[in-house]
């Protein structure tokens, strides 16, 4: 099962948004609306910040935002903030019992 | 609160074992799936395991396959994994998350810190 595409790097300024894509195949995302995110500050724990394509846990700020389009989904952070600068990861249900992730995507707030 | 503590890394050298272990508590072990996901170093998340709340369902990715086994005992509130013939490509920090289902693929609500393993001669 190969992984979803994410760009490697995306950027922005504070108080801006920023959108990250995680593009899959009609197998995963097109099929299943189990697709996740997860942001990643390094050496700490990863952090599910949307669940079930657009479903934002509780605590989970509402600047955090998460869609889907045929085989891509996509996060949007609005209204950037330092603290938003992490990796994030999407990841998405494939069928026959498989969890594929992307390959992360580096949020650098200017 | 939801704690989910790894250990058992270590160094190995490759063809050997490891058992890596993920002490849970702070919620109803025996009521979610457990995931093992791991980091190789400079790269992204891998997923490479899950196991239903009752120990039942195992499934696997297809890059350790026949040479990982996960389980659990729900009565210890613990998560296992063992590696069989470690490979250099098994370098990675490891982590244990909870799933938000019963039976998996919901999305890992809590992720441990990790415990890293580094395969080397």
């Known amino acids: 099962q190969s992984a979803l595409t994410q760009p490697p790097s995306a950027s922005g300024s504070p108080s801006q948004s920023v959108t990250i894509s995680c593009t899959g195949t009609?197998?995963?995302?097109?099929?299943?609306?189990?697709v996740s995110w997860y942001q990643h500050h390094p050496g700490k724990a990863p952090k599910l910040i949307i669940s079930?394509?657009?479903r934002r846990p509780s605590g989970v700020p509402d600047r955090f935002s998460g869609s889907k389009s045929g085989n891509t989904a996509s996060l949007t952070v609005s209204r950037l903030q330092a603290e938003d600068e992490a990796d994030y990861y999407c990841?998405?249900?494939?069928?026959?019992?498989?969890?594929?992730f992307g390959g992360g995507t580096r949020l650098t707030v200017l | 609160q939801v704690q989910l503590v790894e250990s058992g890394g270590g160094a190995v050298q490759p063809g050997r074992s490891l058992r890596l272990s993920c002490a849970a508590s702070g919620f109803t072990f025996s009521s979610y799936a457990l995931h093992w996901v791991r980091q190789a170093p400079g790269k992204g998340l891998e997923w490479v395991a899950l196991?239903?709340?009752?120990?039942?369902?195992?499934s696997y990715a297809d890059s350790v396959r026949g040479r990982v086994t996960i389980s659990r005992d729900n009565s210890k509130n613990t998560l296992y994994l063992q590696i069989n013939s470690l490979r250099v490509e098994d370098t990675a920090m490891y982590y244990c998350?909870?799933?938000?289902?019963?039976?998996?693929w919901g999305g890992g609500d809590f992720w441990g810190l990790g415990t890293l393993v580094t395969v080397s001669s």
């Open positions: 990841s998405s249900y494939a069928g026959n019992n498989n969890l594929v």
């Open positions: 079930d394509v657009t």
């Open positions: 196991i239903s709340n009752g120990g039942y369902e195992k």
């Open positions: 998350a909870r799933d938000r289902y019963t039976s998996g």
């Open positions: 009609s197998s995963d995302i097109g099929s299943y609306n189990y």
